[in-house]
């Protein structure tokens, strides 16, 4: 790929590719980039660097490259972004180098130099405790009190620290010209500004919200009672029908079969099916019985611990538990 740095009132310069090859990125990538890179070279030939200057940045992020980064100097040295345009000046040297592209390198390398005495500079201090951002940027505490170069213009600075007031001011930066920022020690900010901001997160408890209570909080407790109580009912009237039914099958063989022993083959078949019908009937009456009683007593105690008023704070909560050979309930709350 050949790139040149073609910019409206610059000078003319056709630049190889050499030393461009070392990361690859996809080509779908390089195609976007090439695509934006030739939009942005014919926008800045109009002069419209607004334009031509944010698509040359994007084609750097797409394919790094040796030549976008001078056009994109050069763009934002025609918009009087020179600290910008120092800093991409700054950054196509030093990919040069690593490029082993010395021409290129020293032409970025002489563009840089020609713009440090026509930088605007911005000397910050401020406590380290203080978090400062420069027109939504933060800035590195490092950089405190050092004279960091500036595009020319109107700038924000903001700073923040926790539980204190955010502190803000707006200065004007010029070309060759320093300004100084004296960040004051921030405010207190008000409790309920404070408590507004908090973190929710862990070691945070989240705000807490007033409960408002119904008017009757424990009509639900009981008509679950009763529902619980009305299902043990028709349990229990399941044990007593299967135990009926079991000592009724009982009954029938009773007799047929003398200590044990039967007059043929086809009643000692009918006694032992009968048996086993018998068995299963007694098993599913205990079990009615048991899941009945046990839904019975849980439907009684939800109905009775249920809460009179809106001021109770009652909690309880009834599971049932039934098997082959266990049933009942797990009753689980707290009563005032």
């Not at 390089?30 to 040359?56: G, H, I, M, W």
């Amino acid at each position: 790929m050949r790139r040149s740095l073609a910019l409206a009132l610059a000078t003319s310069l056709v630049l190889s590719a050499s030393g461009e090859a070392a990361a690859q990125p996809a080509s779908s990538d390089k195609v976007a980039a090439e695509t934006l890179f030739n939009e942005a070279r014919s926008l800045a030939a109009q002069k419209k660097y607004d334009d031509a200057c944010p698509k040359f940045a994007a084609s750097q992020r797409l394919d790094p490259a040796v030549g976008t980064l001078l056009n994109l100097a050069e763009c934002y040295q025609r918009k009087g972004q020179l600290a910008s345009a120092w800093l991409q000046y700054k950054e196509a040297a030093s990919l040069a180098a690593a490029r082993t592209d010395e021409r290129r390198a020293q032409l970025a390398r002489e563009k840089a130099a020609a713009l440090e005495s026509k930088l605007g500079r911005l000397k910050l201090h401020a406590s380290r405790e203080v978090t400062v951002a420069r027109d939504g940027a933060p800035i590195d505490p490092a950089l405190y009190d050092a004279d960091v170069p500036i595009d020319a213009g109107s700038h924000v600075i903001e700073a923040k620290a926790p539980g204190k007031k955010v502190w803000r001011t707006t200065i004007e930066s010029k070309d060759g010209a320093s300004v100084g920022v004296d960040v004051p020690p921030l405010e207190d900010a008000p409790v309920d500004a404070v408590a507004a901001v908090a973190p929710t997160g862990a070691g945070a408890p989240p705000p807490s919200q007033p409960q408002q209570p119904s008017r009757d909080a424990g009509g639900g407790q009981r008509i679950a009672g009763l529902v619980v109580a009305g299902v043990g009912v028709v349990g229990l009237g399941l044990g007593t029908f299967f135990a009926l039914d079991a000592s009724s099958k009982w009954s029938s063989v009773t007799g047929k079969c003398p200590d044990k022993v039967c007059p043929d083959a086809a009643t000692r078949d009918s006694v032992a099916s009968t048996k086993d019908g018998a068995t299963s009937s007694a098993t599913l009456g205990t079990v009615g019985f048991a899941a009945g009683g046990a839904l019975l007593v849980g439907g009684a105690i939800l109905y009775f611990t249920a809460p009179k008023g809106p001021s109770a704070e009652r909690s309880v909560r009834v599971t049932p538990m039934a098997g082959r050979t266990v049933a009942g309930l797990a009753l689980e709350g707290t009563l005032p």
